[in-house]
């Protein structure tokens, strides 16, 4: 693929674009943390003044009823279109911190890769798109159609007040489509599109029997104990085919067509690898009749996030728990809405309750639509262009199991395609000890984003 002024410009500058990303990832802006909330309001402000240098005419921190936001500008001409970058600044939570081969907010260089919390997710894909700006600006005195940065500080905690700030700021991010660089590539050669991804929706069970915890010798063999009674639920949650038995949850799921099962298959899929980075998982599992990637990509779940209840510590202790609580999460797909499962896996925990306790489910805050992309959309057509141009092959067309609940705002509520043109790797370790960012991935993003602005001018002029 020739190299262009841009590509030329983007690799001289290299070394620099790394310095700059390390600064960022070294304030540490985990949002779920209270403890952290000015380092969150240091990392937007330190953006804004990355994005103005950048070559955006104006960016500032906008505020929320939770972390702050930031937000830019680059109108070039009111005439062209407009395209609106999401992203996020603020990061997950580190621990366990013993298992850091180095400090998480003191960015390291090791093997070709920036080890760090955040890297790539997502400060490094933010900064692709500052970088690609500041190409255009440098070169060609700016890009050649309308930009606009909108990065939140609150993705990682569920995104919470993203709907009010997108209706706050109404006209100000009026665009032709959004642009997001928030997900991973199939495999390391492998460069991709994302098309798809799954929403989410939690809840909190509550299982509860006896006020207070009870002498199990006493009272056991008499009373209902919750821990066991929500083993019975949780167990009752999918049948022996994989499949969740809450009563309609299929009920509006699309299912992909014989021509996208066809295309999924015939993607370099191997088992090995996912099992590998599947922590070493011993083997697949899930729903039957469909592929592992068919099972992230377009089947709903409902998964247990974590269980509690009774005694954990040294040793033993004799009692009947005064109650236990699992935490459970849904993946949705189209045309799943999240208020209607969550309503559906409600209805059907309370009818499991047995004998002797109680049941409380309690919807949590944070979660989301699924995204679905159309493939023949032009802004689409230009994505995979700007990805041919940037890793040197035509871009495999992808969905991923993950979530980003402003997606779903940009789509279904301001009625934007959502273009994901997302450079982290499989094996980036996000959300987990030792997070990295490949920098030929951050590199050739760099590369792609400058190349995504021609061909998306081009595309919707
Ligand atoms: N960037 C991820 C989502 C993602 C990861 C998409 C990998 C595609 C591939 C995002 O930051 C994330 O972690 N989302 C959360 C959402 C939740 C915190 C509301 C998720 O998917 O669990
Ligand atoms: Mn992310
Ligand atoms: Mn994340």
């Given amino acids: 693929m020739a190299e262009s002024d841009l590509d030329l410009w983007c690799q001289a500058n290299e070394r620099r674009f790394l310095a700059e990303l390390v600064e960022h990832c070294r304030i540490p802006s985990i949002s779920a943390d209270p403890a952290h909330a000015a380092d969150v309001r240091r990392s937007a402000e330190h953006l804004a003044a990355g994005a103005l240098r950048a070559g955006f005419r104006t960016a500032e921190v906008v505020e929320t009823s939770g972390h702050p936001a930031v ?7 009111p005439r062209l279109p407009t395209a609106l970058i999401y992203g996020h600044h603020d990061v997950q939570p580190v621990d366990p911190l013993e298992e850091w081969q180095s400090p998480p907010f003191e960015p390291q260089e ?12 997502d400060k490094g894909q933010v900064w692709m798109h500052l970088k690609a700006v500041e190409a255009w600006t440098r070169v060609r005195g700016g890009p050649p159609m ?13 995104s919470v007040h993203f709907d009010e700030l997108v209706e706050r700021l109404g006209d100000r991010l009026a665009a032709d489509v959004a642009v997001i660089s928030d997900t991973a590539v199939f495999a390391p050669d492998v460069p991709s599109l994302c098309t798809g991804l799954r ?5 909190e069970l509550t299982v509860a029997g006896p006020s207070q915890d009870l002498h199990s010798g006493y009272f056991g063999g008499a009373v209902a104990n919750p821990a066991t009674a929500l083993a019975g639920i949780i167990g009752r949650l999918h049948d022996g085919s994989g499949r969740v038995t809450v009563p309609g949850f299929y009920d509006d799921v699309v299912e992909p067509t014989a021509e996208e099962r066809a295309a999924f298959a015939r993607l370099p899929f191997d088992e090995a690898v996912f099992l ?16 592992v990637l068919e099972r992230m990509w377009v089947r709903p779940t409902l998964e247990v996030n974590g269980i509690h209840g009774g005694y954990g510590g040294p040793g033993s202790k004799t009692i009947i728990p005064a109650r236990a609580i699992a935490k459970l999460s849904c993946r949705l797909v189209a045309n799943q809405h999240p208020d209607r499962i969550g309503a559906l896996v409600a209805a059907h925990l309370e009818s499991l309750a047995s004998a002797g306790v109680t049941i409380r489910v309690h919807r949590e805050p944070g979660g989301g639509m699924p995204v679905l992309t159309p493939l023949d959309h032009p802004t689409v057509q230009a994505g995979r262009r700007a990805m041919r141009h940037g890793f040197g092959a035509d871009p495999a067309i992808i969905r ?9 705002t940009f789509q279904h509520t301001l009625g934007l395609p959502a273009v994901m043109v997302g450079v982290g790797l499989p094996d980036d370790q996000i959300h987990a000890p030792n997070e990295r960012f490949n920098l030929n991935q951050y590199f050739r ?13 081009t595309a919707l002029g």
């Fill in 400 to 408: 991923s199991g993950g979530s980003i609940p402003p997606v779903a």
């Fill in 199 to 203: 929403g989410l929706c939690h809840m």
């Fill in 71 to 77: 937000l830019a500008e680059l109108i070039v001409d």
């Fill in 110 to 121: 090791r093997a070709g890769s920036l080890y760090g919390r955040g890297t790539v997710d």
């Fill in 146 to 158: 309308n930009l606009r940065l909108i990065v939140e500080g609150e993705e990682e905690s569920g």
């Fill in 445 to 457: 993003g760099v590369r792609t984003i400058a190349r995504l602005w021609e061909e998306m001018a």
């Fill in 276 to 291: 590998h980075d599947a922590g070493d998982a011993p083997a697949p599992a899930g729903e039957a009749g469909w592929s």
